[in-house]
């Protein structure tokens, strides 16, 4: 009898898991947004850099990945209007005691004789490739030791910093 009961209960279970077990159909794949507003390709232009700790400018050709920069707020600035471009700010981000310097503040110069105050990063301007494996770097490190930044030589450790480490660029001008 148990044995009976046992099989029933087998073959009837069965008959149910058969019927869960059944194939789903598949669910429609996310397509993801395309963003048609990027522009890829490398775009070259003549310029004039200004670099911290150095008497001289460098000329030079660089390249940048649209012929527009996109600020915080999503403007878009197009590089054949802009004449300068002088960080006079940069914010610092990172860990506590060493940390990456930002520009923060920029005043763009354009070629019909406008000047504007720009806040917050520009990140296609962080770095830019100018010729072969060389870059313009217009972000620094800094380290805070014995009391004040190494580069800046400011005692705020939450300093946003005016002057910045040798070798950053401090302005561009475009030729």
């Given at each position: 009898?148990k044995?009976?009961?046992?099989?029933?209960t087998?073959?009837?279970?069965?008959?149910?898991?058969?019927l869960?077990s059944?194939?789903?159909?598949?669910?429609t794949?996310?397509?993801?947004?395309?963003?048609d507003?990027i522009?890829l390709?490398?775009?070259?232009?003549r310029v004039?850099v200004?670099?911290?700790?150095r008497?001289?400018?460098?000329?030079?050709?660089?390249e940048?990945?649209?012929?527009?920069?996109?600020?915080?707020d999503?403007?878009?600035?197009?590089?054949?209007?802009?004449?300068?471009?002088?960080?006079?700010?940069?914010?610092?981000?990172?860990?506590?005691k060493k940390?990456?310097?930002y520009?923060s503040?920029?005043e763009?110069?354009?070629?019909?004789?406008?000047?504007?105050?720009?806040?917050?990063?520009i990140?296609?301007?962080?770095?830019i490739?100018?010729?072969?494996?060389?870059f313009?770097?217009f972000?620094?490190?800094?380290?805070?030791?014995?009391?004040?930044?190494?580069?800046?030589?400011?005692?705020d450790i939450?300093?946003?910093?005016?002057?910045?480490?040798?070798?950053?660029?401090v302005?561009?001008?475009?030729?």
């Amino acid at each position: 009898m148990k044995r009976i009961v046992s099989a029933l209960t087998i073959l009837i279970s069965g008959q149910y898991l058969f019927l869960f077990s059944q194939v789903k159909e598949p669910l429609t794949p996310i397509i993801p947004s395309i963003n048609d507003q990027i522009n890829l390709q490398i775009s070259k232009f003549r310029v004039r850099v200004t670099i911290q700790g150095r008497s001289d400018t460098i000329e030079c050709d660089v390249e940048l990945n649209s012929v527009a920069l996109k600020t915080r707020d999503n403007r878009s600035l197009m590089v054949k209007d802009i004449s300068k471009i002088n960080i006079l700010t940069w914010e610092r981000s990172g860990k506590l005691k060493k940390s990456i310097f930002y520009p923060s503040r920029y005043e763009i110069l354009f070629r019909d004789y406008r000047k504007e105050i720009i806040n917050g990063n520009i990140e296609s301007i962080n770095r830019i490739k100018a010729g072969n494996k060389k870059f313009i770097y217009f972000y620094y490190y800094d380290y805070f030791k014995k009391g004040k930044w190494i580069h800046s030589e400011s005692a705020d450790i939450k300093v946003s910093a005016i002057k910045p480490a040798d070798g950053c660029a401090v302005a561009i001008e475009f030729l």
